[in-house]
């Protein structure tokens, strides 16, 4: 019982942490001190990457991709750690992972108005599972420059990440009922996020009037 309510804890703990450092939003920061302007008055309205590269530029977008991903990445690797420290048997990386994520998509800082998540999620998905991770971004990021559709590229990744997870964690030799079945099901809740988060990317996918590289935004 005391394992039970140390592991739930320590959940608790991690979600909150993990939310908070989640609404460190870097395009935010960026625009508002470095730009003195708000990313999400300009483009698309998304506090990411992707709206800073249209508005500001390769490098602020190249320092919030790097800010949000090591965001993503430190947290999920922090709670890695200290779930091993404590001796959990639940690997509570993947809370941090699901809700620096929330943390990115709704700040407590601003107004809950922030990214998709992308960028903070490939960092989580590394350190999560660097095989899965590694085995998408050989596979998809190529297709970036052959569909030219950002974000139709971000939901293949979103999606085939649960079931990468799954290969990757069974054929380690991983029990079941206890690890491959809890992990696979809350990577695929950060799936299911980032599918939330890009809904209206989703409407103009579906009409065909979704933004890619090479064509003006309408």
């Known amino acids: 019982m005391n394992d039970f309510w140390n592991?739930?804890?320590?959940?608790?703990?991690?979600?909150?942490?993990?939310?908070?450092?989640?609404?460190?939003?870097?395009?935010?920061?960026?625009?508002?001190?470095?730009?003195?302007?708000?990313?999400?008055?300009?483009?698309?309205?998304n506090a990411g990457m992707t709206n800073m590269l249209r508005?500001?530029?390769?490098?602020?977008?190249?320092?919030?991709?790097?800010?949000?991903?090591?965001?993503?990445?430190?947290?999920?690797?922090?709670?890695?750690?200290?779930?091993?420290?404590?001796?959990?048997?639940?690997?509570?990386?993947?809370?941090?992972?699901?809700?620096?994520?929330?943390?990115?998509?709704?700040?407590?800082y601003f107004k809950f108005r922030g990214g998709k998540g992308i960028s903070t999620a490939l960092g989580a998905m590394f350190v999560l599972n660097w095989v899965a991770f590694v085995t998408i971004a050989i596979g998809i990021a190529p297709m970036v420059f052959i569909i030219k559709i950002v974000s139709a590229v971000c939901l293949c990744g979103a999606s085939l990440y649960p079931v990468l997870n799954f290969v990757v964690l069974w054929l380690g030799g991983r029990d079941m009922l206890t690890e491959v079945l809890p992990y696979t099901f809350l990577s695929g809740l950060m799936a299911l996020l980032v599918f939330y988060a890009h809904r209206e990317n989703i409407k103009r996918l579906r009409n065909g009037t979704e933004h890619s590289f090479g064509r003006k935004q309408q």
């Open 7 to 45: 592991t739930v804890t320590a959940c608790i703990t991690v979600a909150v942490i993990a939310y908070l450092v989640g609404s460190i939003n870097m395009a935010i920061l960026i625009s508002k001190y470095r730009k003195s302007s708000d990313i999400r008055d300009f483009g698309s309205g």
């Open 55 to 108: 508005t500001y530029g390769r490098r602020a977008a190249t320092w919030t991709f790097v800010g949000d991903f090591a965001k993503g990445a430190i947290v999920v690797f922090i709670a890695r750690e200290i779930g091993k420290a404590s001796a959990l048997q639940f690997d509570i990386a993947y809370i941090a992972a699901l809700f620096v994520m929330i943390g990115h998509i709704y700040p407590l």
